[in-house]
């Protein structure tokens, strides 16, 4: 046999407990990437208020130190570093 009478709404009075979620000014900060990107200024020859771009390695433990570059993403512990399109050539010519 169905029940056929169908089940019954439960109402549930509200009390004054809604959860209600703080608003939150800065809820993340800006990538320290991103501040050296907006900054416009290349890290290798200090060229300012221009495009520049990120060059990447995989790993710092596999740069020898032979370079400029190099040494100076090994003092400055990142894996990229924000150049002009100038020395980011150079830095590839390099390799």
């Avoid at 990437?33 to 596999?62: F, P, S, T, Y």
Wanted: positive net charge; glycine residues 6%.
């Amino acid at each position: 046999m169905f029940y056929n009478k169908g089940f019954a709404r439960k109402e549930i009075p509200l009390k004054g407990e809604i959860d209600t979620l703080p608003r939150f000014v800065n809820r993340y900060k800006i990538r320290e990437q991103v501040k050296r990107l907006k900054a416009g200024i290349c890290e290798l020859c200090g060229k300012e208020n221009i495009a520049v771009i990120m060059h990447h390695v995989r790993k710092l433990k596999d740069l020898n130190g032979n370079f400029e570059w190099e040494n100076l993403m090994k003092s400055m512990r990142r894996k990229s570093l924000a150049v002009c399109a100038d020395c980011h050539d150079l830095i590839h010519e390099s390799t």
